[in-house]
């Protein structure tokens, strides 16, 4: 019984899969096993339930046809067949275009690319982590084939960048244009292939309380972009391997759980317990906000307390039960914090004691409730323990300079 | 998850020794805020000057390095400074049971402090390590050569991974990973192959001039004066500074860390930026624009 209650709130890490998806999905383990893409009934009663989860993540994406969905793996896989299937199509004199905030998943794509010879534009955002659009257009007017790859929402700070008008500056200057919208799908209302001329879009079924292990790369009609995965002729030739169907039917009810979200409210209702966390939290002395309050999704709370560091934070969060992420650099593998705090030029007394709360519509006000009781004393605990942040730094220049 | 031990658990959780002492007998204090990490030692001696009386540290940084500051403040408190002086971050990390190899640094910041306290008392220093005679390898973290030999020799070392994990050198941008193997090849006994090469990475830096360098070449040419004549210095006060464009003598620069805003960057880009490049690359038109 010594085990807290727990209270996830690193809802852009992962999400709980919804009972819904988890029961959809079951019939597909235990007896519609088929082959979906087998020439008997067996197996072609599982392709129509494929293709129907294909129309439930075009109906969310509005697609105009279901056949513009490609089933992927994750996330990662969707932003690598991206890129690397663009540039191969494009050929060698194009040029990639992307922010300096993108998840790993396209900055190491990109960065390979400018290995081998790309010219790769790493476009900076403002210190509220909003897009330099200035830097954007420059880099548009690069002379060339052109890939374009933005993220709709920051993974770590929730910040919207302005894809609609993104897309159609790209289209204007002739660019092919991905987004990566792993955070926002689900999340963001404007999300819709038929008003917004993006091209292709990425995006992952754990996110959105589908399993992990499902994602899907949107490709609109007549986009060059080469297959990423050979070897078989699924997914209309353009990606490879048998289909995941139990998966794929997950990630189907997922997107229709997701729809209804989008209409139903719940969202302003993430909100709102998102903003009373973000108040409560305020009170703690020299609580800053990273990133854009308004242009953010609704879901994220990206919080630094100053002279203290993430993982100690999140040691004691994790005693009370409270799941939460930091990019402080001892929390992100490397030794350096985060590269969309630092992109943004937040001030480095703020660098390693930044925390990420993120929601879902499984988020109560109970779980809010334990972050607030429980997090200001996890900053006075630290604060008592740290040498700066007391008025007087001698050792520290930052405060005198 | 890092997977702590216990013993880590339990200090992190009841630091010993927090806090402060009035009228220390010697302070040392490694690390800073812009590192993610940094620990400041203090004690005091008994009566007779020869045993630590008592000891109480302030750790700004993740769970093992407020584990391994309460560990150590524990571990020497009763110690003759001989003793103390021989306490090494390989102790600190035996007596936490174990720290993650990527967190041994943690320990190797609580056996630096400790140095520099008693350095401190025995010569009244606030500084532990000299800059000159003891070359900056790593300017991301201010990592010098001697605190890698160190490490190394305590710890028998042998790949630049574990130098970075114990001293973090090498652990943001990498660039002077170069210089960490060929540290690591001295002290292993490769010492003759990869002197010509340290060498030949310390030639000047432009016997052409400047103004008729290629774009390419101007970039790179600045770049190494900045990274060896201007980030040590801003980095000891938690800046940096991003070389952005060259453009003919124009020069653009970011500053970065808590030089951007800072109310001396100006002075810091005339005398020192400015002044450095000058020099270096044998041009007096240069100019440095900050943006």
């Not at chain 1, 703020?350 to 988020?363: E, K, N, P, V």
């Amino acid at each position: 019984m010594d085990e807290p209650a727990l209270h996830y709130l690193d809802n852009n890490a992962t999400t709980m899969p919804a009972p819904e998806v988890v029961e959809a999905m079951m019939p597909f383990f235990t007896e519609r096993w088929g082959n979906a893409s087998s020439m008997y009934e067996f197996g072609g009663r599982v392709h129509r339930d494929m293709e129907a989860a294909r129309a439930k993540v075009a109906a969310l994406l509005g697609a105009g046809d279901p056949s513009e969905v490609v089933f992927t793996s994750c996330g990662s896989e969707s932003d690598n067949h991206a890129i690397f299937g663009t540039v191969q199509a494009l050929g060698p004199e194009t040029t990639v275009i992307t922010s300096k905030v993108e998840h790993p998943a396209v900055l190491q794509p990109c960065r390979a690319l400018e290995e081998r010879g790309h010219r790769v534009v790493f476009v900076g955002v403002h210190r509220d982590g909003t897009l330099d659009m200035d830097a954007y257009r420059g880099a548009l007017s690069i002379p060339g084939p052109k890939l374009v790859t933005l993220m709709w929402a920051n993974n770590e700070t929730g910040v919207l960048f302005p894809i609609r008008e993104c897309a159609e500056l790209a289209k204007a200057a002739g660019a092919v244009f991905h987004t990566d919208a792993t955070q926002a799908v689900g999340k963001v209302a404007e999300i819709d292939a038929s008003a917004v001329p993006f091209d292709m879009l990425s995006f992952s079924g754990h996110k959105i309380h589908a399993p992990k292990g499902i994602g899907a790369l949107y490709i609109r009609r007549g986009t060059p972009v080469r297959p990423f995965l050979l070897g078989g002729h699924q997914e209309k030739s353009r990606r490879a391997g048998t289909e995941n169907v139990p998966y794929i039917v997950g990630l189907g009810k997922a997107c229709e759980l997701a729809a209804a979200e989008l209409r139903d409210g719940t969202l302003g209702r993430v909100a709102a317990l998102r903003d009373r966390l973000q108040e409560g939290l305020l009170a703690i002395p020299e609580t800053v906000v990273n990133g854009n309050r308004e242009m953010r999704l609704p879901n994220t709370l990206n919080v630094s307390f100053p002279y203290i560091e993430g993982e100690a934070m999140l040691f004691h969060l994790g005693d009370a039960g409270i799941c939460a992420s930091s990019g402080s650099a001892c929390t992100s593998g490397s030794l350096e914090p985060s590269h969309v705090l630092r992109a943004m030029d937040a001030p480095f007394t703020a660098l390693h004691g930044s925390l990420r709360f993120s929601l879902s519509r499984y988020t109560t006000d109970e779980d809010v409730d334990a972050v607030l009781e429980t997090m200001p004393g996890i900053v006075r605990t630290l604060r008592e323990l740290s040498p700066f942040g007391r008025g007087e730094e001698p050792d520290d220049p930052g405060a005198a300079r | 998850m890092w997977d702590y031990s216990e013993k880590v658990l339990d200090h992190f959780h009841h630091p010993r020794n927090v806090g402060t002492i009035e009228n220390p007998d010697g302070v040392g204090q490694v690390g800073a805020l812009a590192c993610g990490d940094a620990l400041k030692l203090a004690f005091k001696l008994d009566e007779k000057k020869e045993r630590i009386a008592d000891v109480k540290f302030q750790t700004f940084g993740c769970a093992s390095a407020i584990a391994s500051s309460s560990a150590l403040t524990e571990m020497i408190k009763g110690m003759t400074l001989d003793e103390a002086s021989k306490v090494t971050n390989a102790d600190i990390a035996k007596y936490l049971d174990g720290l993650p190899e990527q967190k041994m640094h943690c320990s190797v910041m609580g056996m630096e402090a400790l140095e520099a306290a008693i350095a401190n008392y025995r010569t009244g220093d606030t500084t532990v390590r000299e800059l000159k005679d003891d070359p900056l390898v790593c300017t991301c973290f201010n990592v010098h050569e001697s605190e890698i030999v160190e490490a190394v020799r305590i710890n028998h070392l042998t790949t630049v991974e574990q130098v970075t994990n114990y001293t973090k050198a090498g652990g943001a941008c990498g660039k002077c990973k170069g210089a960490i193997q060929a540290i690591l090849d001295r002290e292993l006994g490769n010492r003759a192959e990869n002197g010509a090469a340290r060498n030949a990475a310390a030639a000047p830096a432009a016997p052409v001039p400047f103004a008729e360098l290629s774009p390419a070449k101007k970039v790179m040419a600045v770049e190494k004066v900045l990274e060896a004549e201007v980030r040590p210095s801003l980095r000891l006060d938690g800046g940096d500074i991003e070389l952005v464009d060259v453009q003919g003598a124009r020069i653009q620069v970011r500053f970065l860390g808590h030089c951007a805003g800072c109310m001396a960057a100006n002075l810091t880009k005339n005398g020192l930026v400015e002044k450095k490049l000058r020099e270096a690359l044998g041009d007096d038109a240069l100019e440095v624009e900050a943006i």
